[in-house]
């Protein structure tokens, strides 16, 4: 079955500048790639996605990368801002989401 | 539009307990789904239902979990009987699976379980 690596688990940034989280997975079939965001005690909630016929997508500060051929897709995040500061969550589909296990951003002032 | 309704929200209960957790979906989506999000972890499919038929369930521990989703609309999640290891937040999910493309998954608030 599918399985999705994260890295880094963990990421301390000043605000303004820009983090980086990178996602693998394992399953060639896996078609839809999604990136989470949740906050303590809340439900994950999306904040971009990106389909395998498609290799960039970008919204406003939020940039998804995907390479097919490397199976491996990232999420940008640039000019952070403390309110960026959540646990991220990679996931690949080609039904249900296989999430990876997180990446926790810290963006300080 | 309404989102997703969980509840309860949380529930504590002694292992070898009973509990069960009920979800109902976005009005119209067809795909339900039940994850397991131990803390410090990313949520774990449990089971998967297009309507009221199942599509994955390969991950529910089934000697202990059951799911239904009778009329294809509400579903409910049992664990019986609870053991330490079940505590985690249950988060339930929907989706509008539209001509086989995959669709933004909308997550409810979730059932924080403790296992005492």
């Known amino acids: 079955g599918e399985n999705v690596e994260q890295h880094p688990s963990t990421l301390s940034v000043q605000e303004g500048d820009s983090a980086v989280i990178k996602c693998t997975y394992s399953d060639s079939a896996s078609n839809y790639f999604p990136w989470y965001k949740q906050e303590l005690g809340k439900r994950p909630q999306l904040i971009i996605d990106i389909r395998s016929n498609v290799g960039e997508k970008k919204d406003q500060r939020i940039a998804v990368t995907l390479n097919k051929t490397a199976k491996h897709f990232s999420l940008h995040i640039t000019e952070t801002q403390p309110e960026d500061s959540a646990v991220y969550f990679c996931?690949?589909?080609?039904?249900?989401?296989?999430f990876g296990k997180g990446t926790t951003l810290s963006v300080s002032s | 539009e309404a989102g997703v309704a969980q509840s309860p929200r949380y529930k504590i209960i002694e292992k070898r307990q009973s509990v069960a957790f009920w979800c109902n979906p976005i009005?119209?989506?067809?795909?339900l789904y039940w994850y397991q999000q131990i803390l410090g972890q990313g949520p774990k499919l449990l089971i998967q239902?297009?309507?009221?038929?199942?599509?994955?369930d390969s991950q529910l521990p089934k000697d202990r979990f059951s799911a239904e989703r009778l009329k294809g609309v509400d579903s409910t999640l049992k664990i019986q009987p609870a053991k330490l290891e079940d505590s985690a937040v249950y988060l339930c999910a929907s989706s509008h699976l539209a001509g086989g493309t995959h669709n933004e998954q909308f997550f409810g608030p979730g059932t924080r379980l403790t296992v005492l």
């Open positions: 009005s119209g989506h067809a795909t």
């Open positions: 239902f297009q309507n009221n038929g199942v599509v994955d």
């Open positions: 996931a690949a589909s080609t039904g249900a989401l296989i």
